[in-house]
C-alpha cells in the first residue's frame, strides 16, 4: 500500500475506533486524536522528503478499480503541486488536533469530526479520480457546519453556520455541474484526472464550450476559496468557529478550490483559461484591497484574520492568472505558506478567546507584558501575513509580483500597494491595539502558554514557515516541474513557459525563480541564491 494511502486512511481510521471508545474515557479520546494525527504528520514529512523532484508524473501512486463501467476508481498519487499541500494539511491537522483542549463537551463527537475532516482534506488533495476528488471534499464540508453548529462560539453562530452551508453548497453545485459537463462533453467516459488530461490533450473540447465551462468552474470553486464578491461567508463563519475547526477550513480546506482551479480547469479547458483569467485577475483586486481595507475597519482579532485570509487568497488568484512558470509557481507557494500562517493566526486567536474570554480590541492592552510567549508568536505571525522577508509568505508573494508584472502591470502595482500598505496597516494597528498600552485590572493575571504543550502546535506552524520562508528551495524545485506541465496544455502561454528554461530543456539560470530557488542552507557548499529579476 502506498504511504499516501496511510496518510489519509489513518484519520478515518482512527475516527471509526473513536466510535468504540466510551465517551467518559476523554484523556484517551484525545489521546487517540493527537496521536492520530501525529502520525499522520509525520508520514507526510516522510512522503515529502523522499519525492523525488527529477521523476516525472505522479509518485506514490496507488490504484484500485471500483465501478468499471465508470471508470471510477479509488487512485491517488503527488507531484510537485499536492505534495506540499498534502505535508502542509497533515501538520496543520496535528496543530489543530493540540488546541482542541478548549472543548469541554461532547468531546467523542467532536473529535470524530476533526478526523474524519481530516481525512476528507487529505483525500481530496491526494486523489485523481474526480468522482473521489469531489466525495472527499464533501466528506471534510460537512463536518464543518456541524462543528460552527454545536461548538462555534458568539451569538451569531447559527446565522454563520447556514451562511456558510448556503455558500458553500451552491458552490460546489456549480463546481459539480461542471465537472459533469466536462465528463459528458469530453467523450472519455472516465472519471480518471489522467485519462482525461490525454484524452482532451490529442482531442480538445471546442472553443465555445470551453468559454462556457471554464466560468462555472471558476465560480464553483471560486465560491469555495471565497473570491471577491463570493466571500462574505469567510469572516463570519471564522470567528464563529472552534478554534480547530477554523485553522483546518481557513488554512487547508479553502485551498482545495484553487487547487481544482490548477489541477482540473487550468490544463483541461485551457482556451477558457485564457480568455477568462483577465477577469480573475480583476477581481482578484476585489481580495486584495477592498477586503484588505475592510479588515483595516475590524475591531476584533478574529474579524481581522478573516478579512487577511481572504485578501491573501487574491495573490493565488493573481498568480494562476498570469500563467506563467513563475506566477503559478508563486500561487502554489502562497498556498502552502497561508495554510500554515492562517492555522497560526486563528490558533493564537483563539488561546487568547480562550484566555481573556474576549478578541475586542477596546478590552485589550498591553498583553505583552503578561502573556510574551503569545505576544511573540502574534507578532511574528503578523509579520508573516505583511510578507516580510524571512518567512514563507514573502517567498510567493514576491514570485506572484514578479510573474504578473508582465501580463498585467497595472493590476501587480495595485496589489503591491494593497498588501505593503494596507496589510502593513491593519497588522501594526492590531498589534499596537492588544500587545502594547496599559494592561486592564482583569487581564493582569492572565495565563500565558506556559508549558511546552500548549506551546507546540505554535512553534511547529512556526517552524514550518520559517523553514520555507529561509529555504525556498524546498519546495520550488518540487513545484516547478509539475506546474510546466500544466502550462503545457495551454499553447498560448508555451513561449512565456519556455522563456524561463535553457538550451536543452535545462533551467535558465537568469530566471528568478531558479534564482530564488538556489538559496541554500548556509552549511551547504553550493552557490548562494542571487535574487534578480528578468
Not at 476523554?26 to 523532484?53: E, H, P
Request: charged share 10%; hydrophobic share 55%; glycine share 10%.
Amino acid at each position: 500500500m502506498s504511504v499516501l494511502s496511510y496518510i489519509l486512511l489513518w484519520p478515518l481510521l482512527s475516527a471509526l475506533c473513536l466510535l468504540c471508545v466510551p465517551r467518559e474515557q476523554r484523556v484517551a479520546i484525545r489521546a487517540v486524536a493527537v496521536f492520530s494525527t501525529l502520525v499522520t504528520a509525520l508520514l507526510a514529512i516522510k512522503m515529502f522528503l523522499q519525492f523525488d523532484a527529477g521523476v516525472p508524473g505522479f509518485q506514490f501512486v496507488q490504484k484500485v478499480a471500483w465501478v468499471r463501467a465508470l471508470d471510477i476508481s479509488y487512485h491517488v498519487g503527488v507531484d510537485g503541486i499536492n505534495v506540499g499541500l498534502i505535508l502542509m494539511g497533515a501538520v496543520v491537522a496535528f496543530a489543530a488536533a493540540c488546541v482542541s483542549w478548549e472543548i469541554q463537551s461532547r468531546e467523542k463527537e467532536f473529535y470524530v469530526l476533526l478526523l474524519v475532516m481530516t481525512g476528507g482534506i487529505l483525500g481530496a488533495f491526494a486523489s485523481l479520480d474526480l468522482f473521489f476528488f469531489y466525495c472527499f471534499h464533501e466528506l471534510a464540508l460537512v463536518p464543518t457546519f456541524i462543528m460552527i453548529g454545536v461548538w462555534g462560539r458568539g451569538r451569531e453562530r447559527n446565522y454563520a453556520a447556514f451562511k456558510m452551508t448556503i455558500y458553500l453548497s451552491v458552490g460546489a453545485l456549480l463546481a459539480l455541474a461542471g465537472l459533469i459537463v466536462l465528463y459528458i462533453q469530453s467523450g472519455a467516459e472516465s472519471f480518471n484526472l489522467l485519462v482525461l488530461t490525454d484524452h482532451l490533450r490529442t482531442q480538445p473540447l471546442g472553443p465555445r464550450v470551453q468559454q462556457l465551462l471554464f466560468p462555472v468552474l471558476l465560480f464553483g470553486f471560486g465560491i469555495l476559496v471565497s473570491l471577491w464578491p463570493f466571500h462574505t461567508w469567510a469572516p463570519l463563519g471564522y470567528a464563529s468557529a472552534p478554534t480547530a475547526t477554523a485553522m483546518l477550513h481557513a488554512g487547508v480546506l479553502k485551498k482545495f478550490g484553487l487547487y481544482a482551479l490548477l489541477r482540473i480547469a487550468v490544463p483541461l479547458v485551457p482556451e477558457g483559461a485564457t480568455a477568462w483569467m483577465p477577469v480573475v485577475a480583476w477581481l482578484c483586486l476585489g481580495n486584495l484591497v477592498y477586503c484588505g481595507l475592510v479588515a483595516c475597519r475590524q475591531k476584533d482579532l478574529h474579524g481581522l484574520i478573516g478579512y487577511s485570509s481572504v485578501a491573501h487568497m487574491g495573490f493565488v488568484f493573481l498568480g494562476l492568472a498570469s500563467l506563467n512558470l513563475i506566477g503559478v509557481t508563486g500561487a502554489v507557494y502562497v498556498m502552502i505558506a497561508h495554510g500554515f500562517l492562517a492555522a497560526l493566526s486563528f490558533g493564537l486567536a483563539g488561546f487568547l478567546y480562550q484566555q481573556t474570554g474576549t478578541v475586542e480590541y477596546s478590552r485589550l492592552g498591553g498583553l505583552l507584558r503578561s502573556m510574551p510567549f503569545w505576544g511573540t508568536a502574534l507578532v511574528m505571525a503578523m509579520l508573516a501575513g505583511c510578507g516580510v522577508p524571512g518567512f514563507a509568505s514573502f517567498i510567493g508573494e514576491l514570485l506572484v509580483l514578479f510573474g504578473a508584472w508582465k501580463p498585467y502591470p497595472v493590476i501587480t502595482g495595485l496589489a503591491l500597494w494593497g498588501a505593503l500598505i494596507v496589510g502593513a496597516v491593519y497588522m501594526f494597528r492590531a498589534i499596537r491595539h492588544m500587545l502594547h498600552g496599559p494592561l486592564a485590572d482583569e487581564f493582569k493575571t492572565v495565563q500565558d502558554a506556559s508549558d511546552w504543550w500548549r506551546r507546540l502546535p505554535f512553534l511547529t506552524l512556526l517552524v514550518f514557515l520559517l523553514g520555507f520562508g529561509c529555504f525556498p528551495r524546498m519546495l520550488t524545485v518540487k513545484i516547478e516541474p509539475s506546474v510546466q506541465a500544466v502550462l503545457s496544455q495551454l499553447k498560448t502561454v508555451k513561449p512565456a513557459v519556455a522563456e524561463t528554461r535553457g538550451p536543452a530543456g535545462g533551467q535558465n539560470p537568469d530566471s528568478p525563480m531558479v534564482a530564488l530557488g538556489e538559496i541554500r542552507n548556509p552549511m551547504d557548499p553550493g552557490p548562494q541564491a542571487n535574487l534578480e529579476a528578468n
